[in-house]
Nanobody, 123 residues
């Protein structure tokens, strides 16, 4: 069973930095893409950044030039380095992987979500 576990959230001051981790485990054959999402209280879940298997990254305009998504293929871990944090970055951050688990036909993928990690940025 594929599982994603996020970590690294916490409290930061405006202008500070945090690094989130998303570790995937459990019978993974391949990971096609991983995205970081965030959901602020009372708001919808929004896409923050993505990284695909070829290494291409994309970012929401609100985090461009402040956040960096990266990955370590050896450990199936994706990171979100968040710099110059703002109070509006406060949210629960989730990672989602589009992955092919072992034992399914090639090309069959599923979406897997982590449990979320809370980020609070104080002004």
């Amino acid at each position: 069973q594929v599982q994603l576990v996020e970590s690294g959230g916490g409290l930061a001051q405006a202008g500070g930095s945090l690094r989130l981790s998303c570790a995937a485990s459990g019978g993974i054959f391949s990971i096609n893409a991983v995205g970081w999402y965030r959901q602020a209280p009372g708001k919808q879940r929004d896409l923050v950044a993505t990284i695909i298997s070829g290494g291409t990254t994309t970012y929401a305009d609100s985090v461009k030039d402040r956040f960096t998504i990266s990955r370590d293929n050896a450990t199936n871990t994706v990171y979100l380095q968040m710099n110059s944090l703002k109070p509006e970055d406060t949210a629960v951050y989730y990672c989602k992987a589009v992955a092919q688990p072992m034992g399914v036909p090639t090309g069959v993928t599923f979406n897997y979500w982590g449990q979320g990690t809370r980020v609070t940025v104080s002004s």
